[in-house]
Nanobody
């Protein structure tokens, strides 16, 4: 089970940190990622982290977002800085069916999803 928290409303240039609490050892060993879906748009991958810590970022968030994992707490984080209005979306935590993200970062590769947390950035 994956449970996100930490969303909210901020002004452009602000920061938020999202958390995703993972229960179940199976999920924690796999590739995990954050997706987002803006109104009227398809869900898109934001950032992924392998079981060994290798990360992959979407170009739109490189240099602004940072993904990390706290193994002791089984929690995945997404630190978001320099937020822009176009970052407004529902953000979802997801766990892949495999350990290595590699080429397996399509939405269909992720079998477990959280309920989402809303991020709203105003200009």
């Amino acid at each position: 089970q994956l449970v996100e928290s930490g969303g909210g409303s901020v002004q452009a240039g602000g920061s938020l940190r999202l958390s995703c609490s993972a229960s179940g050892y199976f999920y924690w060993r796999n590739c995990m990622g954050w997706f987002r879906q803006a109104p009227g748009k398809e869900r898109e991958g934001v950032v992924f982290i392998d079981s060994d810590g290798i990360t992959t970022y979407a170009d739109s968030v490189k240099g602004r977002f940072t993904i990390s994992k706290d193994n002791a707490k089984s929690t995945l984080y997404l630190e978001m800085n320099s937020l822009k209005p176009e970052d407004t979306a529902m953000y979802y935590c997801a766990a892949n069916r495999v350990q290595d993200c590699g080429d397996n970062t399509r939405e269909a590769n992720f079998g477990s999803w959280g309920q989402g947390t809303q991020v709203t950035v105003s200009s």
